[in-house]
């Protein structure tokens, strides 16, 4: 069986946790935090969660995971057909995390962990945290998912990236994040609504409870 390491408060960690229910994969949880011990970069060469563990061997980065459950073909597909639809989904992929969840991920550590972050820091997220959402704006189809018609990966990436940088830029910024976009807000409703987010929201509450 599939093990997926991480925990579960980790974004990251619920995406692939998203796509393996939604693809209706058996897998294992072990319970792991990022780390630079020696035995877990033997796991992560990069100390992250989540980590993939397969018969075959370890596999890490998120959206690379992602291609590797697509590859195995197991469950329904949560990617288009053709080449060029599939590189699209990819692209939204790569846009909502490079320019919605790492400038919004700078200021994490005032926003959740009671740091504190430069104003200098606060006023670049800000700023690129306008043009992420000015991008996805612009590369969108909500209609009804990010990429058309069909859930796919990119929707994941969005539900597990929005809902906390929106949080962040609340706190940190005096920001609504998708004040411009009021459809991303409809969309990431409707992503929560269904049965494999509320299956981890009920995971995450345990976890906290324990």
Do not use: W
């Not at 670049?124 to 018609?149: Q, W």
């Amino acid at each position: 069986m599939i093990k997926l390491h991480g925990f579960a408060i980790s974004n990251y960690f619920n995406m692939v946790k998203m796509a393996l229910i939604e693809k209706g994969i058996d897998y294992e949880v072990v319970e792991a935090k990022p780390s630079q011990d020696a035995d877990f970069l033997a796991i992560s060469p990069m100390g992250k969660v989540p980590v993939l563990e397969t018969e075959q061997g370890l596999i890490s980065e998120t959206d690379v995971i992602f291609d590797y459950l697509e590859d195995v073909g197991e469950g329904p597909s949560l990617m288009p057909e053709s080449a060029y639809e599939k590189a699209k989904v990819r692209e939204l992929i790569k846009e909502v995390e490079l320019y919605i969840e790492l400038p919004a991920r700078t200021c994490f550590a005032e926003a959740f962990f009671g740091g504190s972050v430069s104003d200098e820091t606060k006023e670049k997220a800000k700023a690129n945290l306008e043009k992420g959402i000015a991008c996805l704006k612009r590369s969108g189809k909500f209609s009804p998912y990010l990429a058309g018609d069909s859930f796919t990966y990119a929707d994941i990436m969005f539900l597990y990236t929005v809902g906390l940088a929106g949080a962040c830029a609340k706190r940190v910024l005096d920001m609504d994040l998708l004040g411009s976009l009021p459809e991303a807000r409809v969309l990431s409703d409707a992503l929560a609504k269904r049965d494999s987010a509320i299956q981890i929201v009920a995971d995450q509450a345990a976890a906290s409870a324990g």
